[in-house]
């Protein structure tokens, strides 16, 4: 079984502004960020995977399975198949599940697209060269202000590209933020596979640490989505109004207000644990709303969107990406 690394590299810069702040891999598209999708097809906990970002994020990782950092004196000797995979290789597990496979089958792996590396394996001593060279490289950049500067580009992570006995084949990925919203359609009705297959463990949340007395977040709980089939959504809801073949899927303890339209002609909608939808509400698919979230009364929400956790949602938005 593959140790997976999920890192970033010099393609960072195209993610701005939204990844100043937070991790590539941490990039949500569709219902799951890289992270969350390795999780689910990956015992992490069993495997110890590594998160590698620049350092001024790193104590933003809130407790989890995985390790952050390089840490030399933790990997070696370890008789294993790393896999690094690049956070913007394409939101799609199906693609995920093909790369786990193939390192399981003991083939090498070496993906790239015309932006640079997006997965490759590796041995343990390769690794652990990979990971010195990682992090000599980020610290050059922060030394140099890249990552708190506009105007200084990142310069390329080439190690990879330095491993003997590599055919490097073409791969898909996201190349820069603006492809985050046309890639949310196909990764909504992915993310949906995958969680009615496995609904998992609750989610970790990149930089959210709640107080001590705060327990039974409403992200603790794993993700379980039932298809509307009629009725009411709860004791507390009104049955909506739904056209189209892709579907409504419903979370526990989700409110639905009187007068709720909702097109599933393109695509499912989903409405994660939690969510409250007020009076007077239309919801067109492909859409994610993130546990805890609200939508006002009289919201119009058109498709290709998604939405994090304890969004509050109101007005006219279409193809967008928050949270």
Known sequence: MPIPVLFEDQTLAHFRPVCW????????VGVFNLRERVERLLPVGATGGRLLSRDCLRALHPESPWRTGTEQEEIRGLDSTFLWINGRLAPDHHLLAQVLAMVEKGQSVAWQDHHGTLAFSCSAEENQQLMVSYDQWEQTQADAGVWSAHAIPPQPWTAPRELPNRQWQAAEGLGFIWEVVPA??????????????????????FGVFPLPDQK??????????????????????????????AGLYLGPEVQLGFGVAVDTRHGP????RETVVQPHVFLEGPLYVGPGSTIKSGATIYGESSFGIMNKIAGEIGESTFG
Not at 21 to 28: C, D, G, N
Not at 184 to 205: F, K, M, N, Q, Y
Not at 223 to 243: N, Q
């Open 21 to 28: 702040s937070q991790p590539v891999y941490e990039q949500r």
């Open 269 to 272: 909608v989903i409405l994660d």
């Open 216 to 245: 039974d977040q409403v992200w603790d709980h794993p993700l379980e989505f039932a298809r509307w089939e009629g009725g009411s959504a709860s004791s507390d809801s009104s049955p909506p109004v739904v056209t189209g073949s």
């Open 184 to 205: 949310t359609s196909g990764a909504i009705v992915s993310d949906l596979e995958l969680t009615l297959g496995s609904p998992g463990e609750g989610r970790v949340p």
